[in-house]
């Protein structure tokens, strides 16, 4: 199946800094989503981009699917960005394939 | 339209018990998946129901098993309960329909179970 590496895995920030969290793919793919896992263990829906570019306010999300991989631009972080960003892309049927997640700490 | 919702949010059960986690997927989505998740394997895939039938499966013993009603309403089972299934349990909806933005899935709140 399809091995998903992401990078870094845990990262600490300062209000107001920048980050960019990366995550690599063994395969080509055509579901990749970037989800934020809350401190209640929720995955909250950041992007679906199998390739491209989005944006939605401070955040963005790039893919480059023939490079197998994609980035997820936090901007102007704040404390309530902290928790857990996994991305996952589509392997067998509708499976998803998480890799291990970065751990996003910001301190005020 | 409301979310994915799982019942019970927090159960606790001992060892040898068995356990039904419900979930409710968003209105009209018709793939329901369930995921385990913990703090050594991470999140894994457990199974896939499209239209009440089980469309893909993960690797996981015979005790997990599950279901769903022509409703989508999906259940799923746990039985001879280990120490090693506590994780936290997710369920994830969506159309069901592969390709495209119609993949993608939402997340239920969870359920998190405790073996003793």
């Known amino acids: 199946g399809i091995q998903v590496e992401q990078s870094p895995p845990d990262l600490i920030l300062q209000e107001g800094a920048n980050s960019t969290l990366r995550c690599n793919f063994s395969?080509?793919?055509?579901?990749l989503q970037w989800f934020h896992q809350n401190p209640w263990g929720q995955l909250i829906n950041l992007f679906y981009i199998p390739s491209g570019t989005k944006q939605n306010g401070r955040l963005s999300a790039t893919t480059v699917a023939t490079e197998r991989y994609s980035l997820l631009y936090i901007s102007s972080s704040q404390t309530t960005d902290s928790g857990v960003y996994f991305c996952a892309v589509r392997d067998i049927g509708s499976r998803l394939t998480f890799g291990e997640g970065t751990q996003l700490t910001v301190n005020p | 339209k409301a979310g994915v919702t799982q019942t019970p949010r927090y159960l606790i059960k001992t060892r040898g018990q068995q356990v039904t986690l419900s979930c409710s997927p968003i209105s009209g989505h018709r793939s329901v998946s369930w995921y385990q998740q913990t703090p050594g394997q991470g999140l894994q895939f457990l199974f896939e129901?499209?239209?009440?039938?089980?469309?893909n499966k993960g690797n996981f013993p015979g005790r997990f098993s599950g279901r769903q009603f022509s409703n989508s309403r999906s259940e799923m089972n746990v039985s001879t309960l280990e120490l090693g299934d506590s994780a936290l349990y997710l369920c994830a909806s969506s159309l069901g329909w592969r390709g495209g933005s119609t993949d993608t899935q939402y997340f239920g709140p969870g359920t998190r179970l405790t073996v003793l």
């Open positions: 395969d080509s793919v055509n579901n």
């Open positions: 129901y499209f239209s009440e039938t089980q469309r």
